[in-house]
Nanobody, 120 residues
Framework: QVQLVESGGGLVQAGGSLRLSCAAS????????MGWFRQAPGKEREFVAA????????YYTNSVKGRFTISRDKAEKRVYLQMNSLKPEDTAVYYC?????????????WGQGTQVTVSS
């Protein structure tokens, strides 16, 4: 049974930083693409960032490039999202995802989400 458990969300002022973490179990972490998505109130879920199985290739949506960094720890079976220079428009529930391809954004498994709120 695949489980993805997010943590690290919270309330932060604009310009601040947060680090999200996702613990993965029940899957072959070393061969899985990992990603982060987010969903703001009244909006559809959108792609934020992804990292390939080998941790080398990373992908970002344009609005977070230069501010967010995705990384993964093979030994800990965790994926991280370092978020800097946060803006109110980054407010959303952030979801961890696992799947076949980071470049094609093919994800099959999802976590329950963690709330990120950025105040102005």
């Amino acid at each position: 049974q695949v489980q993805l458990v997010e943590s690290g969300g919270g309330l932060v002022q604009a310009g601040g930083s947060l680090r999200l973490s996702c613990a993965a179990s029940g899957l072959s972490f070393s061969s899985s693409a990992m990603g982060w998505f987010r969903q703001a109130p009244g909006k559809e879920r959108e792609f934020v960032a992804a990292v390939a199985w080998n941790g080398v290739a990373t992908y970002y949506t344009n609005s977070v490039k230069g501010r967010f960094t995705i990384s993964r720890d093979k030994a800990e079976k965790r994926v991280y999202l370092q978020m800097n220079s946060l803006k109110p428009e980054d407010t959303a529930v952030y979801y961890c995802a696992a799947g076949k391809s980071a470049s094609q954004k093919e994800f099959s498994y999802w976590g329950q989400g963690t709330q990120v709120t950025v105040s102005s």
